[in-house]
């Protein structure tokens, strides 16, 4: 079973899961997001700030490993 770290966010009613076995930490969500809701953390991508989050969905399209869903961009 992968290895699957979410995040939800009340405030704006959406989740963001990212998939720690894809993802390899090339930061392109860190790079991209207009709202710094992502940091690498140990080399993985943490969502930590997700209550800044716009939905934009750039960081879904910029994963390289597809690592991320994000309830409001399926």
Avoid: F, R
Wanted: glycine content about 4%; some cysteine; proline content about 4%.
């Amino acid at each position: 079973m992968p290895e699957v770290k979410k995040w939800t966010s009340e405030s704006i009613g959406c989740t963001i899961k990212v998939n720690y076995d894809l993802c390899n930490g090339a930061a392109d969500c860190v790079d991209i997001c207009p709202t710094d809701v992502y940091e690498l953390v140990d080399g993985k991508a943490d969502a930590s700030n997700i209550d800044e989050c716009t939905e934009c969905c750039l960081c879904v399209d910029a994963c390289p490993q597809n690592a991320i869903k994000h309830s409001s961009c399926d």
